[in-house]
């Protein structure tokens, strides 16, 4: 099984950081948003950067969404703050939280 494991998290990262990126729907996102993410986001707590702020969101942005997206998936440990995996929900599916994440990009823009 840890094979299988292995396989399907490395097929995961080639598929992130590849040209073809996933189509994530940010209208789908608020709600997602709102019920999750808001926690942290609207008030920076754990460093994370707040929705609409231009400033903190433009480096994250230049990543990528799908550098964004599996962070925020898998959690992350940065310099500033970290990220816990689904954002300490782990009933979200990916799709989920990828349009909560373009939904904040869209935001951040």
């Known amino acids: 099984m840890s094979r299988f494991l292995s396989g399907a998290l490395c097929a995961l990262f080639i598929c992130s ?3 073809n990126a ?6 789908a996102g608020k709600a997602v948003y709102d019920a999750n993410c808001g926690t942290c986001h609207n008030t920076g707590m754990m460093s994370a950067p ?3 702020d231009k400033a903190a969101w433009a480096p994250r942005i230049a ?5 964004l997206v599996a962070r925020s998936i898998s959690g ?3 310099p500033k703050g970290m990220m816990p995996a689904k954002g300490g929900n782990p009933k979200l599916t990916a799709t989920q939280v990828g349009n909560a994440v373009q939904y904040m990009v869209d ?3």
Do not use: D, E, R
């Open 63 to 67: 990543k990528g969404v799908n550098v």
């Open 17 to 19: 950081i590849s040209g």
């Open 50 to 52: 707040k929705l609409g």
């Open 107 to 109: 935001k951040g823009k």
């Open 76 to 78: 992350y440990n940065g």
């Open 22 to 27: 996933m189509a994530y729907n940010g209208t």
